[in-house]
């Protein structure tokens, strides 16, 4: 691990499963960072791309983790989480680009905040327009919506209330969750509260984190002075409707972890009702597909 008393240290944990090129990206521009010492992970769940061997070769500062099967992404981070000796811990994306300064800002943000549980940044699609980040947590009146496809009707106030909160995201501001795209965590916290649940197999495993870390008395912020550019997708948009599949599965064991009895029942009808929504349409794209049309 570098080191040095005049910087933060921060662990990295980066679950990568078929993202060579832009894992590769990642890296680069991770190692670039200012401001810290880095001591970073990069956990392989059965990538058939070379992404290993890539890390392996080109980068032999990362302690690399490599597993025979997709394990999912919460088991994948714990992994690396487990070994980490690390002041502050990180989760990134491997669809990521973090500016020189952005683990400095976050280390920094919250050595300044000791009440502060995690943070995330300022996240920017890879054309550096705004991507939003840091919402509220789920609520049954918001999966109502959703599955229901009312918040298409009005879908800025649906974010306004329901999902962001808020219209501005050029300011530093405390809220609920925030992406696990890029999320820091002091490691005094992590031990607190405790790792990933190892049930979310992909998607809402950082909710979960962040619904803990708040139960637990602190706040949750995001963080704008700190940038990070973010490919979405770089990894489900290879499984498409599986990767639906889960995200509505893991918002299920959400609701069942945190929300009141009565919500539950309700919360399963609403998620299988999405499920059964998408996998309708994979049906009908893929029916088209094979017979160039229509029916």
């Known amino acids: 691990m570098l080191s040095s008393a005049a910087n933060p240290r921060v662990s990295v944990a980066i679950v990568s499963w078929n993202t060579r090129v832009a894992l590769r990206e990642c890296l680069t521009a991770l190692f670039a960072s200012t401001g810290v010492a880095l001591e970073v992970f990069v956990v392989d769940n059965a990538s058939g791309d070379l992404s290993a061997e890539m890390v392996t070769r080109e980068f032999p500062q990362v302690f690399p983790i490599t597993n025979a099967t ?3 992404f919460a ?3 714990n992994q690396a989480l487990r070994r980490m000796t690390g002041d502050y811990w990180v989760l990134l994306n491997p669809d990521t680009q973090v500016a020189p300064d952005a683990l400095a800002i976050l280390a920094r943000f919250l050595a300044d905040h ?6 995330g940044p300022r996240l920017l699609h890879t054309d550096g327009r705004l991507q939003p980040n840091g919402g509220r947590f789920p609520s049954l009146l ?3 919506l959703t599955a229901a496809r009312l918040r298409h009707l009005n879908l800025a106030a649906y ?3 329901f999902r962001w909160g808020r219209e501005e995201f050029t300011i530093t501001v405390p809220v609920d969750q925030v992406s696990g795209a890029c999320l820091m965590v002091p490691r005094a916290v992590a031990k607190r509260v405790g790792l990933l649940d190892e049930r979310f197999f992909l998607y809402y495993e950082e909710v979960d984190w962040c619904r803990r870390i708040a139960d637990a008395g602190l706040w949750v912020y995001y963080v704008a002075e700190a940038k990070v550019r973010h490919r979405w997708g770089e990894s489900t948009r290879q499984i498409g ?5 889960h995200l509505f599965e893991s918002e299920y064991l959400y609701f069942r972890k945190h929300a009141p009895r ?3 029942p309700l919360a399963w009808l609403l998620t299988r009702l999405e499920i059964a929504q998408y996998a309708a349409a994979d049906w009908w794209r893929r029916r088209v597909k094979s017979t160039g049309g229509p029916a």
């Open 159 to 161: 974010d306004r209330c």
């Open 142 to 144: 918001a999966l109502f």
């Open 262 to 264: 009565w919500q539950r």
């Open 114 to 119: 000791p009440d502060t549980g995690a943070c």
């Open 241 to 245: 409707f599986t990767a639906l599949r």
């Open 70 to 72: 997709n394990v999912g």
């Open 75 to 77: 088991r994948a981070a």
